[in-house]
């Protein structure tokens, strides 16, 4: 479904160009549940990046569902991560004006969904994370495993193919963050690819696919 | 905190925000330059046109025929009556204590034509007193006989344009000139004066008043100036003129006189109120400068919580605080004023050097006024921004 | 997006940051209520001149002795080539002209028993209560009768009837002015004033015998009436023609009413244009309001822009809804301004009746109009820059 061949990347960083990704080679089948470790810098959230089409390789292919994603445009990388990923951040990223339902209502209306459809989805998927009475509460008013939830509602409301996770349980504590990852467990158990980017072990651990990415060389555990 | 350490911290903020400096201070300085360069146009078109008035003394009364009885006041326009007033009217005024001079005025309209060339001119028929009280001078020649009231004599002065255009490239002085079918002498030339309060000189003839009594067949008089030597009031003067007048015109009071004051006080008025209109309307701009100022600000002050708070922890008072931010908002603001100032005075030499006339030029009260706006509006504006600022706890700095 | 998304989620925005928005928009509302106010009252002052200038009548042309005055102001002076009755008598031959009207004015002392009353005479021909739009109350206007030998008839204006006879009726009653005897024939109604002068106070005699009475050979002016459906350059162009048959030379002016309106509206267009420029400065600071809060707010929802990205949201949408916030907030901005300045008028105008309109449907229009121009402009940088923030940059930003 995923497929990287000897991708690159470089940023611009004074005289010398930082190489953040050497020749990285990667395959993702729909269903896996993969975890990407590593020490900070090693180049794993660029990564994610890039298999989330939110940062372009200068080198290489990505191919995403049989599209060649190197050689498109802005605007066609938007509508495929509109159609195929779903993003979790370590900081949640919930705009704190909108409450929870909004929020999570928000891929559906950049879809256009008429507002009736919205609110049926929406009751779903709160459903699904356990937030069915939370939905009109302000990210302010939600302690942070609850946020992540509604972040998570809001990455599978849209039925995306693969959910990418940068570091999802960094701002919650241990029993919260367990949480979280069983969550995401239990949907990949219902067909969703997932990707974890993380740097605690135990929970790296658990993935079925392990991949590790050291100084922008990835190698697969 | 000192002030020289006040100007020191706001000085550094100020330019590590500098697109926020930039932008309030293009505003302020944009409303500052807006207010002095309207009012500053303002005062100068009133002092032009009283420094116009004053130059025709100051003791100056002028009688037009005819008077109005009607509840609209004003003066007569049309200046037309039943019963001529008369150089004998005059020469009676003159008569009367307290009038220093008397200078009778026929006016009206000819075709001037030297060869085959000739323009249509204003015609002035008047005494040497006329050409003294307008503080008009001779360029080259000689001016108005003594007997202008009293003999028609056939010379004639003529304006700067018309000795031009008539004459040139030859002296004008001595060559003779046709007025309407009658000759003339030119006597002299006038020195080049352009426009006195709406006559334009460049472009008239000059004659004795006998003389245009022939010319127009008319002894009718168009005005009378009468200049006062301040020795008798000028009401008592005024009242003996229309008591002379009456007796003279079988019992009708069909003159109206007007001072030189009165004229010159009406005017004053209306551009003092122009001005002040004008101005007002320019600094509502300065309000809205000030309200950006407060808005601005207070998304400074949230910006800065952490900083504020460790002023405070290292000491600062609610007192402090309050000076400082006040201070940083009266600072920008000087600095705007300074700058819009400076942009106006440009633009003012600019147009002196193309208008050169009405000499532009900015009142002493005008800066001061405009300055202290200026300060007014910083402070009240940056006052509840500076408040908010004053009750940051010090706990802040502890937050991330 | 749909479009009651699009609105919900401007609104949203913009209610969300209530006290910055607030102030932006009252900022705005300032300059906008100054604009509107300026143009609205240059306006007023444009139609009440125009309207005053054009009471009587807009198929006349006026001639006056002398050149080149457009104001016919020369009239006043003497001259030798002046225009005479004969002139204006010549005129009435030419068949474009439907009416002629001889001018003679000054002052003169009007005598009724022991009454006398100075006021403002005016010679004329019976063609002037059609010319001029005079509205006779009682008995009649000046005959037709000829023009170098007319009848010692005077109309009087209503006050100054009033003056001199209060209710009585005096058709037929004797004056004197200046020592001579005139018949009243009539009494006009109510005009009001024009430039100052009181119209209710003249008289109207014969211009013939105004021209004796003022001891004057030329007329001040002759106004001419002629058939609608001609075009003013024309008449001016017969007029012409005809009066240098008789004179020799062009030595008098001529004025169409399309003349002097332009002269007119040249004036007031200037003092409208300073008056709105005056406004502007306020505008233009409003402006830079809009432009730094919304510069500000974007730098601060970065990573709102970023999330809109990482989820799919197209660049040219994430303009679009930025530019929308602006204009909106300009909105908000201009339709405060408008409502205060409808709501001052109406308090006012219990006060003060005579208050010129501060608000019409074109001023309200031209701020509305404004409004959202300025909003887009304000706008469009802050939100083209947000859209071409990279995504993970602005995901970054905390």
């Given at each position: 479904?995923?497929?990287?061949?000897?991708?690159?990347?470089?940023?611009?960083?004074g005289?010398?160009?930082?190489?953040?990704?050497?020749?990285?080679d990667?395959?993702?089948?729909?269903?896996?549940?993969?975890?990407?470790?590593?020490?900070?810098?090693?180049?794993?959230?660029t990564?994610?990046?890039?298999?989330?089409?939110?940062?372009?390789?200068?080198?290489?292919?990505?191919?995403?569902?049989?599209?060649?994603?190197?050689?498109?445009?802005?605007?066609?990388?938007?509508?495929?991560?509109?159609?195929?990923?779903?993003?979790?951040?370590?900081?949640?990223?919930?705009?704190?004006?909108?409450?929870?339902?909004?929020?999570?209502?928000?891929?559906?209306?950049?879809?256009?969904?008429?507002?009736?459809?919205?609110?049926?989805?929406?009751?779903?998927?709160?459903?699904?994370?356990?937030?069915?009475?939370?939905?009109?509460?302000?990210?302010?008013?939600?302690?942070?495993?609850?946020?992540?939830?509604?972040?998570?509602?809001?990455?599978?409301?849209?039925?995306?193919k693969?959910?990418?996770?940068?570091?999802?349980?960094?701002?919650?504590?241990?029993?919260?963050?367990?949480?979280?990852?069983?969550?995401?467990?239990?949907?990949?158990?219902?067909?969703?690819?997932?990707?974890?980017?993380?740097?605690?072990?135990?929970?790296?651990?658990?993935?079925?696919?392990?991949?590790?990415?050291?100084?922008?060389?990835?190698?697969?555990? | 905190?000192?002030?020289?350490?006040?100007?020191?911290?706001?000085?550094?903020?100020?330019?590590?925000?500098?697109?926020r400096?930039?932008?309030?201070?293009?505003?302020?300085?944009?409303?500052?330059?807006?207010?002095?360069?309207?009012?500053?146009?303002?005062?100068?078109?009133?002092?032009?046109?009283?420094?116009?008035?004053?130059?025709?003394?100051?003791?100056?009364?002028?009688?037009?025929?005819?008077?109005?009885?009607?509840?609209?006041?004003?003066?007569?326009?049309?200046?037309?009556?039943?019963?001529?007033?008369?150089?004998?009217?005059?020469?009676?005024?003159?008569?009367?204590?307290?009038?220093?001079?008397?200078?009778?005025?026929?006016?009206?309209?000819?075709?001037?034509?030297?060869?085959?060339?000739?323009?249509?001119?204003?015609?002035?028929?008047?005494?040497?007193?006329?050409?003294?009280?307008?503080?008009?001078?001779?360029?080259?020649?000689?001016?108005?006989?003594?007997?202008?009231?009293?003999?028609?004599?056939?010379?004639?002065?003529i304006?700067?344009?018309?000795?031009?255009?008539?004459?040139?490239?030859?002296?004008?002085?001595?060559?003779?000139?046709?007025?309407?079918?009658?000759?003339?002498?030119?006597?002299?030339?006038?020195?080049?004066?352009?426009?006195?309060?709406?006559?334009?000189?460049?472009?008239?003839?000059?004659?004795p008043?006998?003389?245009?009594?022939?010319?127009?067949n008319?002894?009718?008089?168009?005005?009378?100036?009468?200049?006062?030597?301040?020795?008798?009031?000028?009401?008592?003067?005024?009242?003996?003129?229309?008591?002379?007048?009456?007796?003279?015109?079988?019992?009708?009071?069909?003159?109206?006189?007007?001072t030189?004051?009165?004229?010159?006080?009406?005017?004053?008025?209306?551009?003092?109120?122009?001005?002040?209109?004008?101005?007002?309307?320019?600094?509502?701009?300065?309000?809205?400068?000030?309200?950006l100022?407060?808005n601005?600000?207070?998304?400074?002050?949230?910006?800065?919580?952490?900083?504020?708070?460790?002023?405070?922890?290292?000491?600062?008072?609610?007192?402090?605080?309050?000076?400082?931010?006040?201070?940083?908002?009266?600072?920008?603001?000087?600095?705007a004023?300074?700058?819009?100032?400076?942009?106006?005075?440009?633009?003012?030499?600019?147009?002196?050097?193309?208008?050169?006339?009405?000499?532009?030029?900015?009142?002493?009260?005008?800066?001061?006024?405009?300055?202290?706006?200026?300060?007014?509006?910083?402070?009240?504006?940056?006052?509840?921004?500076?408040?908010?600022?004053?009750?940051?706890?010090?706990?802040?700095?502890?937050?991330? | 997006?749909?479009?009651?998304?699009?609105?919900?989620?401007?609104?949203?925005?913009?209610?969300?940051?209530?006290?910055?928005?607030?102030l932006?928009?009252?900022?705005?509302?300032?300059?906008?209520?100054?604009?509107?106010?300026?143009?609205?009252?240059?306006?007023?002052?444009?139609?009440?001149?125009?309207?005053?200038?054009?009471?009587?009548?807009?198929?006349i042309?006026?001639?006056?002795?002398?050149?080149?005055?457009?104001?016919?102001?020369?009239?006043?002076?003497?001259?030798?080539?002046?225009?005479?009755?004969?002139?204006?008598?010549?005129?009435?031959?030419?068949?474009?002209?439907?009416?002629?009207?001889?001018?003679?004015?000054?002052?003169?002392?009007?005598?009724?028993?022991?009454?006398?009353?100075?006021?403002?005479?005016?010679?004329?021909?019976?063609f002037?209560?059609k010319?001029?739009?005079?509205?006779?109350?009682?008995?009649?206007?000046?005959?037709?009768?000829?023009?170098?030998?007319?009848?010692?008839?005077?109309?009087?204006?209503s006050k100054?009837?009033?003056?001199?006879?209060?209710?009585?009726?005096?058709?037929?009653?004797?004056?004197?002015?200046?020592?001579?005897?005139?018949?009243?024939?009539?009494?006009?109604a109510?005009k009001?004033?024009?430039?100052?002068?009181?119209?209710?106070?003249?008289?109207?005699?014969?211009?013939?015998?105004?021209?004796?009475?003022?001891?004057?050979?030329?007329?001040?002016?002759?106004?001419?009436?002629?058939?609608?459906?001609?075009?003013?350059?024309?008449?001016?162009?017969?007029?012409?023609e005809?009066?240098?048959?008789?004179?020799?030379?062009?030595?008098?002016?001529?004025?169409?009413?399309?003349?002097?309106?332009?002269?007119?509206?040249?004036?007031?267009?200037?003092?409208?244009?300073?008056?709105?420029?005056?406004?502007?400065?306020?505008?233009?600071?409003g402006?830079?309001?809009?432009?730094?809060?919304?510069?500000?707010?974007?730098?601060?929802?970065?990573?709102?822009?970023?999330?809109?990205?990482?989820?799919?949201?197209?660049?040219?949408?994430?303009?679009?809804?930025?530019?929308?916030?602006?204009?909106?907030?300009?909105?908000?901005?201009?339709?405060?301004?408008?409502?205060?300045?409808?709501?001052?008028?109406?308090?006012?105008?219990?006060?003060?009746?005579?208050?010129?309109?501060?608000?019409?449907?074109?001023?309200?229009?031209?701020?509305?109009?404004?409004?959202?121009?300025?909003?887009?402009?304000?706008?469009?940088?802050?939100?083209?820059?947000?859209?071409?923030?990279?995504?993970?940059?602005?995901?970054?930003?905390?």
């Amino acid at each position: 479904m995923i497929s990287l061949k000897r991708v690159n990347k470089w940023y611009p960083s004074g005289d010398k160009p930082l190489h953040v990704l050497k020749q990285v080679d990667l395959d993702i089948a729909q269903g896996d549940y993969i975890s990407i470790m590593g020490p900070s810098g090693s180049g794993k959230s660029t990564l994610l990046n890039m298999i989330g089409l939110l940062d372009i390789i200068d080198e290489g292919e990505y191919w995403l569902e049989g599209t060649p994603t190197h050689l498109l445009k802005e605007e066609q990388r938007a509508e495929l991560r509109g159609l195929y990923l779903g993003f979790i951040f370590q900081n949640f990223q919930l705009i704190n004006r909108l409450s929870a339902a909004e929020n999570i209502a928000l891929p559906l209306v950049l879809a256009e969904i008429p507002k009736k459809e919205r609110n049926i989805m929406v009751a779903n998927v709160l459903e699904k994370v356990g937030l069915q009475d939370r939905a009109h509460h302000r990210p302010g008013q939600l302690s942070g495993g609850q946020l992540q939830r509604v972040a998570i509602a809001r990455a599978i409301v849209t039925q995306p193919k693969v959910i990418l996770a940068d570091e999802p349980t960094g701002n919650l504590d241990q029993s919260a963050g367990l949480d979280i990852v069983q969550l995401l467990e239990s949907l990949n158990q219902q067909g969703l690819t997932l990707l974890v980017v993380t740097h605690d072990r135990v929970i790296g651990k658990r993935a079925t696919r392990k991949v590790r990415m050291v100084d922008g060389v990835l190698s697969e555990q | 905190m000192t002030i020289n350490d006040n100007i020191a911290f706001n000085a550094q903020l100020l330019i590590r925000h500098r697109w926020r400096t930039t932008l309030l201070m293009l505003c302020v300085a944009m409303g500052v330059s807006a207010v002095v360069l309207l009012v500053s146009v303002g005062e100068s078109a009133r002092l032009y046109v009283a420094r116009e008035f004053s130059m025709l003394g100051s003791n100056l009364l002028i009688i037009l025929p005819g008077k109005k009885q009607t509840s609209g006041g004003g003066i007569p326009f049309y200046g037309t009556t039943t019963r001529d007033l008369t150089l004998q009217d005059a020469a009676s005024i003159r008569q009367l204590s307290g009038v220093d001079s008397v200078a009778p005025v026929i006016a009206g309209t000819a075709n001037a034509s030297v060869g085959a060339r000739s323009k249509n001119v204003m015609v002035l028929g008047s005494t040497l007193d006329f050409l003294k009280a307008r503080q008009l001078s001779i360029a080259m020649g000689a001016s108005l006989p003594d007997d202008a009231e009293s003999v028609s004599r056939n010379v004639v002065l003529i304006g700067s344009n018309l000795a031009q255009e008539l004459f040139a490239p030859h002296n004008p002085l001595g060559k003779m000139l046709t007025i309407d079918d009658y000759r003339f002498r030119v006597a002299g030339v006038l020195a080049i004066r352009g426009e006195s309060l709406g006559l334009d000189m460049r472009d008239a003839v000059i004659l004795p008043v006998k003389t245009s009594e022939r010319l127009f067949n008319s002894f009718s008089l168009f005005r009378i100036l009468i200049s006062l030597n301040g020795l008798t009031d000028e009401k008592t003067v005024i009242s003996d003129i229309y008591a002379l007048i009456k007796k003279r015109h079988q019992g009708e009071e069909d003159i109206t006189i007007v001072t030189q004051q009165s004229m010159m006080q009406a005017f004053n008025n209306i551009m003092v109120t122009l001005t002040t209109i004008v101005g007002l309307l320019g600094s509502v701009s300065l309000v809205v400068a000030g309200i950006l100022i407060m808005n601005l600000s207070l998304i400074s002050v949230q910006q800065r919580r952490t900083e504020i708070g460790l002023l405070k922890a290292l000491g600062a008072s609610q007192h402090v605080v309050l000076t400082l931010f006040i201070s940083e908002s009266i600072i920008l603001v000087m600095l705007a004023s300074a700058i819009g100032l400076g942009f106006t005075q440009v633009l003012l030499l600019l147009a002196n050097y193309w208008w050169p006339t009405l000499s532009f030029s900015t009142p002493l009260w005008a800066y001061l006024s405009a300055v202290c706006v200026a300060l007014l509006t910083a402070v009240l504006f940056s006052y509840l921004p500076a408040k908010q600022a004053a009750s940051i706890s010090p706990v802040e700095a502890l937050r991330k | 997006m749909r479009a009651s998304d699009t609105l919900s989620w401007v609104k949203h925005a913009v209610l969300a940051q209530r006290s910055r928005n607030f102030l932006t928009v009252l900022g705005f509302a300032i300059g906008i209520s100054a604009v509107t106010l300026l143009a609205a009252v240059g306006d007023s002052l444009k139609q009440y001149v125009l309207s005053e200038f054009t009471q009587f009548g807009s198929n006349i042309i006026g001639v006056t002795p002398g050149k080149s005055d457009t104001m016919g102001i020369t009239g006043i002076l003497r001259t030798n080539r002046g225009i005479t009755l004969g002139d204006a008598q010549s005129l009435l031959t030419l068949n474009e002209v439907t009416g002629v009207v001889p001018v003679v004015a000054g002052t003169a002392e009007i005598k009724y028993r022991n009454l006398t009353r100075a006021t403002e005479l005016v010679g004329v021909s019976h063609f002037a209560a059609k010319a001029w739009k005079l509205e006779v109350a009682q008995g009649q206007f000046l005959p037709e009768d000829h023009f170098t030998h007319p009848r010692a008839f005077v109309v009087l204006g209503s006050k100054l009837h009033h003056e001199l006879f209060g209710d009585y009726t005096a058709l037929g009653e004797s004056i004197r002015i200046a020592g001579h005897r005139f018949t009243i024939v009539g009494v006009l109604a109510p005009k009001g004033q024009f430039l100052g002068m009181d119209l209710d106070e003249m008289a109207y005699i014969p211009a013939a015998k105004g021209l004796s009475m003022f001891n004057r050979t030329s007329l001040m002016e002759i106004d001419l009436l002629y058939s609608p459906s001609l075009e003013s350059a024309y008449m001016a162009g017969k007029i012409r023609e005809h009066l240098i048959r008789r004179h020799g030379v062009e030595d008098f002016t001529i004025v169409t009413q399309d003349q002097m309106l332009d002269t007119l509206d040249g004036i007031l267009n200037t003092i409208r244009f300073a008056g709105i420029a005056i406004g502007s400065i306020s505008l233009l600071v409003g402006s830079v309001g809009i432009y730094s809060i919304l510069t500000i707010s974007l730098w601060q929802r970065r990573n709102e822009v970023g999330l809109l990205r990482a989820l799919g949201m197209q660049q040219s949408l994430l303009i679009r809804l930025f530019l929308a916030e602006a204009i909106f907030i300009a909105l908000m901005g201009g339709s405060v301004g408008l409502i205060v300045l409808a709501l001052v008028q109406v308090t006012l105008s219990t006060f003060m009746p005579q208050l010129p309109a501060l608000l019409t449907l074109y001023s309200a229009s031209l701020g509305i109009g404004v409004s959202i121009f300025i909003g887009a402009l304000a706008g469009a940088e802050p939100a083209f820059k947000a859209s071409r923030l990279p995504p993970i940059a602005a995901l970054r930003a905390q």
